[in-house]
């Protein structure tokens, strides 16, 4: 099978790709383009998706740079390939031919922009990551390499959508005491439970930053099983573990 790669208009003419999970070498729960060495696949398969991922990008397997996501906000600024994994959630790079990756399974895959400077990030961004500001914290290291807030696009690829996302009291907590106007990112769940907006939290956290275009693909990971994996979905159907999609950008 063909594999699937959904882009935006707004990152312009540079090579980029939110890749579902069709067109791979896994099977089983797995079916398809599992990108993740964390899971329980075979290697052998995690390896065959990642070379066809690196293809479609028209770089090397080894030029395919990601790092060992922990939910942070750390950014790596990326000069060459990475010979470990490096412990962040968020890649920055001004040199032509890196492919800059993330994998996610319901969190957000964040691809950046300013193509007029020539400098690209890729962010991993669940809750955790986008209320600790690993948003933010990439526009700040893009910045460094002479990016311009004011020019950049950033784009949120498939996620899980607040239709989706239902979560307890102390989660609404957390947010709550952040900022008291986070509320308008909750709607009425079942019981006491909420239902969450993860992508417009984080809209409205890269405008609030000063981010000339930001967009959501619209993708919601949970409700397309056929096209994209989803740690939650995984979850209420009771298996053993779940897919990771991949994301990536290059000048």
Known sequence: MTLEILTAPALGDLRHGFFTRRGGASSGIFSGLNCGHGSSDLAEAVAV????VAAAMRVGPAQLVGVHQVHSADVVTVTGPLAVAQRADALVTAVPGLALCVL?????????????????????????GALGGILEATLDAMEALGARRGR?????????SQRAYEVGPEFLDTFLAEDEENIRFFAGGTGE???????????????????????????????????????????????????????????
Do not use: K
């Open 49 to 52: 998706n990642r070379a066809r």
């Open 152 to 160: 950049m696009a950033a784009v949120i690829g498939p996620t899980i």
């Open 104 to 128: 996610t399974a319901d969190c957000q895959p964040v691809l950046f922009a300013d193509a007029g400077a020539g400098v690209i990030g890729a962010a991993h961004a669940g809750w955790r």
């Open 193 to 251: 439970r909420m239902l969450f907006d993860l992508p417009g939290y984080s809209l409205h956290r890269l405008r609030e930053a000063g981010v000339a275009e930001a967009e959501w693909t619209r993708h919601c990971t949970y409700s397309d099983p056929s096209r994209f994996y989803s740690y939650r979905r995984s979850v209420h159907a009771g298996e053993a573990d779940y897919g990771r999609l991949i994301s990536a950008i290059r000048l």
